[in-house]
C-alpha cells in the first residue's frame, strides 16, 4: 500500500503521555520485511531527530484512495550512507486501520486563493477560503464579481508545508455548485473539484487533517 516516494508521519506520545510528537519523513526503499525512511524531522521544530532502535512508533499516510490509513511500527535498524535511513516494520495485513472515510474532512481555513474564469467570463482576481477539503473549497467573493452557476474556474491555493519550510501551489478545476449572500458586500461560494492532480489532492487531505489534529490537540489542552 505504500510506494517509495510517499510522505509519512510518525506519531510518538512524549515521556508523560500529555503531547503526541509528530516526526515527517519520506519513503525511499523498502525491502521484503521492511519501509526505509530518510531521518524524521520534528513537524514543530524541524529538527532531525535521532532515535534508538526499537523505537516504536504509530505511522499515518494518505492513501492513493485520498483516505487516511495507520499501522503501528519500530526501528529495526540504521544505515549510514550519503543519505542517512532508518528501517522501519511493515505491518502485518491486520494491522493496517483506516481511520479516515473516503469522504472528505472539511476544515476551516483562510488560505489566500487566486481565481480564473474558465471561458473569460470575469476578470481574474485573489480572495481567500472560508474552508476547504480534499474534494472542494469555499471561498469568499465581492459581489461585483459574477459568478454563474455550474461554470468552471481556475484556481491556485498556496498551502503552507510545514515540516518542509515551503509552500506547495495546488492546482485545480473547480466547479461552481453553490452562490450564498454572507453580507452585503460579499457572497460565499462553494467550488467542487472537477480535476486535479492526485498530488495536489493529497496535499491538500495531508494539510486538512494536519489541522483537525491541531484543533483537537488545542481542545484537549
Known sequence: MLEIG??????????????TDIYLCTII???????????????????TTFFNIGT???????GEDDAIYRFPTKITSRKKAKIP?????????????????????????????AVHS??????PFTTTTLDISGGGVAIITPKEVELVLHTLV???LPLEIK????????YAQAEIVTIRELNIRKNV???????????DRQEIIRYCFDKEREKRLKERN
Open 6 to 19: 510517499m510522505k509519512i508521519q510518525l506519531e510518538m506520545k512524549n515521556s508523560d503521555n500529555s503531547k
Open 163 to 170: 515540516y518542509q519550510n515551503k509552500i506547495h501551489h495546488a
Open 29 to 47: 526503499d523498502e525491502t521484503e520485511d521492511n519501509y526505509i525512511i530518510n531521518y524524521p524531522v520534528h513537524k514543530e521544530t524541524l529538527k
Open 85 to 113: 535511513s532508518l528501517y522501519i516494520t511493515k505491518p502485518e495485513f491486520e494491522q493496517w486501520k483506516r481511520i479516515q472515510r473516503r469522504e472528505y474532512v472539511r476544515v476551516d481555513a483562510s488560505i489566500d486563493v
Open 56 to 62: 516504536y512508533f504509530s505511522a499515518v499516510y494518505v
Open 154 to 156: 481556475d484556481i491556485w
Open 189 to 199: 461560494v462553494s467550488l467542487q473539484f472537477h480535476s486535479i492532480t492526485q498530488k
Open 118 to 123: 474558465v471561458l473569460h467570463q470575469f476578470d
